[in-house]
């Protein structure tokens, strides 16, 4: 463990890029150590590394396997409960203007400017005595059944997170993806009851994604919906797979999937300009996608590995390396039955899944 993660200290020392990632329900952490500070664009989808994309798609970079030295790692994972420790609430302000941001929202959906958009804030927070691979740790041992990564990259900054959505998975001809949205907060039933709002947006999900995946394939197969626990807030989750009518342009799949109704909304193009026009602030990578493209470091086999960059954070370290501060992303789904109240109060209990990394 310590030559490991004596290697991710000695990189940002040296500020060389790296990756670490732990797939969902894995033991294994994957370290991807760039030899050199280049910022590597993707091209046309056939390079093989890890992918860092934007949520508008602008900037696509990746840590080439071709130029990193890959480690892998097994992790002993101990129990970590999630800690309730009170937080400081964001100010009146910041509830008040995006209380009104989904209220805007709900109006151009009742004037049929669109049927969903998946709307969101940034919240900023100060760390005192922040370490960087404690907090992954903490993140990997939280949260086991999503994708935990960090990255880091001297031209874009440092960026973590655990997101429990997989935007496609491809190998050979064969994929995979899921449809997930609607959430409630964990109470400890072990029946999770889904309101109509819910299920109506979990259903917009699927069909979007199933209509799109029907350009490129002939055989869909689309589980029954049911609920999956990521932290402490619940989803609706739906299983997609199916073949893919021939090897297709991975860029062209992924251009269909992303981004998907869950952090963007329906139709695609007219809640996309809702957001890049009302929500004041540049996501940038948060509802972008990542992880492994063409990768072959982890199975015998090449297959691309991509998730959707939810519950993540951008770490801006201070000078003496101790202190940070860490921007927070959260997003809520927004339709005809939306409260802008309801919306608020799911924002800040998805903030939580950040905070609490804060908090060993």
């Known amino acids: 463990m310590n030559d490991f993660f004596e290697k991710v200290k000695q990189q940002l020392q040296q500020n060389l890029p790296f990756v ?40 696509k970079y990746i840590i080439p396997e071709e130029y990193s030295e890959i480690k892998h790692f097994v992790f002993d994972k101990k129990e970590l409960s999630e800690n309730e420790k009170d937080f400081v609430s964001p100010d009146e302000i910041i509830k008040t203007n995006f209380e009104r941001l989904v209220a805007k929202g709900i109006e151009a959906i009742q004037e049929n400017e669109f049927q969903k958009v998946v709307l969101s804030r940034k919240e900023t927070i100060y760390l005192l005595d922040f370490d960087l691979v404690t907090n992954f740790k903490n993140l990997v041992q939280l949260y ?9 990259h001297p031209k874009i900054g440092i960026w973590m997170g655990a997101t429990p959505e997989q935007l496609l998975k491809v190998e050979e001809d064969i994929f995979k993806t899921m449809a997930l949205a609607g959430t409630q907060k964990n109470t ?43 932290g402490s807030i619940w989803h ?14 991975l860029n062209e799949v992924i251009g269909l999937l992303h981004p998907t109704p869950a952090v963007c909304g329906l139709p695609k193009l007219e809640s996309k300009q809702f957001i890049l026009d009302n929500e004041n602030y540049d ?29 993540c954070m951008e770490i801006e370290m201070g000078f003496d390396l101790k202190t940070a501060k860490a921007n927070l992303f959260m997003g809520c789904g927004i339709t005809k039955d939306s409260i802008p109240e309801k919306e608020w109060e799911e924002s800040v209990n998805k903030s939580m899944t950040m905070k609490r990394v804060f908090d060993f």
């Open 20 to 59: 670490l990632y732990c797939k969902p329900n894995s033991d294994a952490i994957i370290g991807m150590f760039q030899q050199n500070d280049n910022l590597y664009d993707v091209v046309d989808f056939t390079e093989k590394g890890f992918v860092f994309s934007s949520f508008d798609g602008h900037k």
């Open 144 to 152: 086991p059944a999503t994708f935990v990564y960090c990255f880091f």
């Open 188 to 230: 400890g039933y072990e029946e999770v009851v889904w309101a109509d709002k819910e299920k109506q947006e979990q259903q917009f999900v699927t069909d979007y994604i199933v209509s799109e995946l029907n350009k490129v394939s002939n055989s869909i197969l689309v589980s029954e919906p049911y609920s999956v626990k990521a």
């Open 236 to 249: 609706i989750k739906t299983d997609i797979s199916g073949q893919l009518n021939s090897v297709q342009n």
């Open 283 to 311: 996501r940038t990578f948060y509802t972008g996608y990542l992880g492994e493209l063409n990768s072959s470091s982890t199975s015998d086999k090449t297959s691309s590995d991509l998730f959707v960059n939810l519950r």
